[in-house]
């Protein structure tokens, strides 16, 4: 089994916590019938929202592996 340090366990509920609002937001699905590029703003949202989910699993995954690690 692996443990995390404090501050790997710290910054991984910081993250889970950013993750449970990222579900939330309406920007995470996008609608059906929606035309990219017909709404500039809308779709930097979308972007936007996607590259942030992204970079918290990035962030959580590797924070999980230096943990099982024994780092």
Do not use: C
């Not at 590259?51 to 918290?56: A, G, P, Q, R, S």
């Amino acid at each position: 089994m692996w443990q995390m340090t404090l501050k790997q366990r710290r910054r991984h509920s910081e993250l889970i916590d950013r993750f449970e609002a990222i579900k939330k937001s309406p920007y995470i699905n996008v609608p059906e019938g929606y035309e990219v590029g017909a709404n500039p703003e809308e779709d930097e949202k979308y972007r936007s929202i996607m590259e942030e989910l992204n970079d918290v699993i990035r962030e959580i995954h590797e924070i999980e592996e230096t943990a099982r690690a024994g780092n």
